[in-house]
């Protein structure tokens, strides 16, 4: 990971701005964590990434996804955090594609019944021909599923003093960007390819936006780190009463419906 510090509230914007880089133990180490749990329900999202120093990073995400696969009930391929130097530029259409081929395979070597899906986690500081690229490279793979997105590195107008920092931003200012993310990656894949909806989530109406945009599951960070894990349980309820008044049986049904 990077110095300390490296996490901020802003809480005048309902924003963080973090540059946490990839702070753990390790895959070893979080592999031992994961099999010791792996008899408890729940899902098990695995996110993978390279470190900042590696000599080879499509060799890094190909030995995590052997280490991770076996644990995983998905893996995240996590190409978008802007906090590790020259990570962003495996979205370049060659370096994606090696990079994807590398780990499907990974996981084909230690999977016998194929193994969990894999997933893409995308920036959300792309161009349009940049966008359609990743959702022609994401369907030819057979990806289980796009993430949209991840921080931006774009900092619209802020009010809090730490509005400066360097990192990437989530949070309330994300949800109107990451949203058109969203939408631009509907339209690129034709619903061909599930997506999964971050950024700026906060209350029922935020999710149910994102879902009625093409997202068939949502995830969210920020506003736990304001309102609290219980957040989760109210924008259930919330969307439950969305399905009843828009006449929906599912949320499956809604997906895409906007």
Same mark, same amino acid.
């Given at each position: 990971g990077?110095?300390?510090?490296?996490?901020?509230?802003?809480?005048?914007?309902?924003?963080?701005?973090?540059?946490?880089?990839?702070?753990?133990?390790?895959?070893?180490?979080?592999?031992?964590?994961?099999?010791?749990?792996?008899?408890?329900?729940?899902?098990?999202?695995?996110n993978?990434?390279?470190?900042?120093?590696?000599?080879?990073?499509?060799?890094?995400?190909?030995?995590?996804?052997?280490?991770?696969?076996?644990?995983?009930?998905?893996l995240?391929?996590?190409?978008?955090?802007?906090?590790?130097?020259?990570?962003r530029?495996?979205?370049?259409?060659?370096?994606?594609?090696?990079?994807?081929?590398?780990?499907?395979?990974a996981r084909?070597?230690?999977c016998?019944?194929?193994?969990?899906?894999?997933?893409?986690?995308?920036?959300?500081?792309?161009e349009?021909?940049?966008?359609?690229?990743?959702?022609?490279?994401?369907?030819?793979?057979?990806?289980?599923?796009?993430?949209?997105?991840?921080?931006?590195? =774009?900092r619209?107008? $802020?009010? !809090?003093?730490?509005?400066? @920092?360097?990192? %990437?931003?989530?949070g /309330?200012? &994300? +949800?109107? #960007?990451?949203?058109?993310?969203?939408?631009?990656f509907?339209?690129?894949?034709?619903?061909?390819?599930?997506?999964?909806g971050?950024?700026?989530?906060?209350?029922?109406?935020?999710?149910?936006?994102?879902?009625?945009?093409?997202? =068939?599951?949502i995830? $969210?960070? !920020?506003?736990?780190?304001? @309102?609290?894990? %219980?957040?989760?349980? /109210?924008? &259930? +309820?919330? #969307?439950?009463?969305?399905?009843?008044?828009?006449?929906?049986a599912?949320?499956?049904?809604?997906?895409?419906?906007?």
């Amino acid at each position: 990971g990077n110095p300390r510090p490296r996490l901020f509230r802003l809480t005048e914007d309902r924003a963080v701005i973090n540059r946490m880089g990839f702070n753990n133990g390790g895959a070893q180490t979080a592999a031992q964590r994961l099999a010791a749990r792996r008899h408890r329900d729940g899902i098990i999202g695995i996110n993978i990434g390279a470190n900042k120093d590696s000599a080879d990073r499509i060799a890094d995400y190909a030995k995590m996804t052997r280490i991770m696969a076996p644990l995983a009930s998905y893996l995240a391929v996590n190409i978008s955090s802007p906090n590790t130097p020259g990570l962003r530029a495996l979205q370049d259409e060659g370096a994606l594609t090696a990079l994807l081929e590398a780990v499907i395979a990974a996981r084909e070597e230690v999977c016998a019944d194929g193994g969990p899906p894999v997933f893409l986690k995308v920036a959300p500081d792309l161009e349009p021909v940049d966008i359609d690229a990743i959702a022609r490279i994401a369907i030819d793979a057979r990806l289980g599923a796009l993430i949209v997105s991840n921080t931006t590195i =774009s900092r619209p107008p $802020l009010r !809090s003093p730490h509005a400066g @920092e360097t990192g %990437g931003l989530s949070g /309330a200012p &994300l +949800r109107d #960007l990451a949203q058109q993310r969203l939408c631009d990656f509907r339209k690129a894949t034709g619903g061909a390819i599930p997506l999964v909806g971050v950024g700026g989530i906060a209350n029922a109406d935020d999710a149910w936006s994102r879902i009625r945009a093409g997202a =068939s599951l949502i995830q $969210l960070y !920020s506003a736990m780190v304001y @309102e609290g894990p %219980g957040i989760a349980r /109210a924008i &259930l +309820r919330g #969307l439950e009463e969305r399905m009843r008044r828009d006449g929906f049986a599912t949320i499956a049904d809604a997906v895409g419906s906007a």
